[in-house]
């Protein structure tokens, strides 16, 4: 990641894990997957910032400038004729991502505009291509929406995990070209 990445997301995490974060906010790796998720939406999403802070929050104006800086990052780097995504993931303390965060925080920019990506996912290149995403949702219970098996579930979400920065360029393609 380039050093002006790295600063803001450095500086955006220090506001979210902060007293001064609103309690509904998204933590960063939840906001770059959002701010991903809206970057492939073809349409404007008005509403965004009360998903990524919480309803009728008054964020301060530096934190609102760098959510916008890091979403021109991600739209740069997909709209790049070479794509590039560099997702927020957590690492494990064995070392691989964990997407999980990431992931729901994309499928919370989906829900703004359901109908465009129901018609998208309905799709034949968009159900591929949307898998890795969705297979890190699990239900309330813990259980895989895709029913995964429990000794599966591991490998399954690493494999998913690495194919992100692959498939989301080609979303965000094939999402533009709607």
């Given at each position: 990641?380039?050093?002006?990445?790295?600063?803001?997301?450095?500086?955006?995490?220090?506001?979210?894990?902060?007293?001064?974060?609103?309690?509904?906010?998204?933590?960063?790796s939840?906001?770059?997957?959002?701010?991903?998720?809206?970057?492939?939406?073809?349409?404007?999403?008005?509403?965004?910032?009360?998903?990524?802070?919480?309803?009728?929050?008054?964020?301060?104006?530096?934190?609102?400038?760098?959510?916008?800086?890091?979403?021109?990052q991600?739209?740069?780097?997909?709209?790049?004729a070479?794509?590039?995504?560099?997702?927020?993931f957590?690492?494990?303390?064995?070392?691989?991502?964990?997407?999980?965060?990431?992931?729901?925080?994309?499928?919370?920019?989906?829900?703004?505009?359901?109908?465009?990506?129901?018609?998208?996912?309905?799709?034949?290149?968009?159900?591929?291509?949307?898998?890795?995403?969705?297979?890190?949702?699990?239900?309330?219970?813990?259980?895989?929406?895709?029913?995964?098996?429990?000794?599966?579930?591991?490998q399954?979400?690493?494999?998913?995990?690495?194919?992100?920065?692959?498939?989301?360029?080609?979303?965000?393609?094939?999402?533009?070209?709607?």
């Amino acid at each position: 990641m380039s050093r002006a990445i790295t600063d803001i997301l450095t500086e955006l995490d220090t506001y979210l894990r902060s007293n001064d974060s609103p309690p509904d906010s998204l933590g960063l790796s939840d906001l770059d997957g959002f701010l991903t998720g809206l970057v492939c939406t073809p349409t404007p999403v008005a509403n965004w910032a009360d998903v990524a802070f919480g309803a009728g929050v008054r964020v301060p104006k530096r934190i609102m400038e760098l959510t916008t800086q890091r979403m021109d990052q991600i739209a740069a780097g997909l709209a790049a004729a070479t794509p590039v995504l560099e997702p927020v993931f957590w690492q494990a303390p064995e070392g691989h991502a964990i997407a999980m965060d990431w992931c729901e925080g994309f499928m919370e920019a989906v829900k703004l505009d359901v109908a465009t990506w129901d018609t998208f996912g309905q799709s034949a290149i968009g159900s591929k291509l949307m898998v890795p995403i969705l297979v890190h949702m699990f239900d309330d219970d813990g259980n895989s929406m895709f029913d995964i098996a429990e000794e599966d579930i591991d490998q399954t979400l690493e494999v998913a995990a690495e194919a992100v920065p692959r498939v989301v360029p080609l979303i965000y393609r094939e999402m533009r070209q709607r």
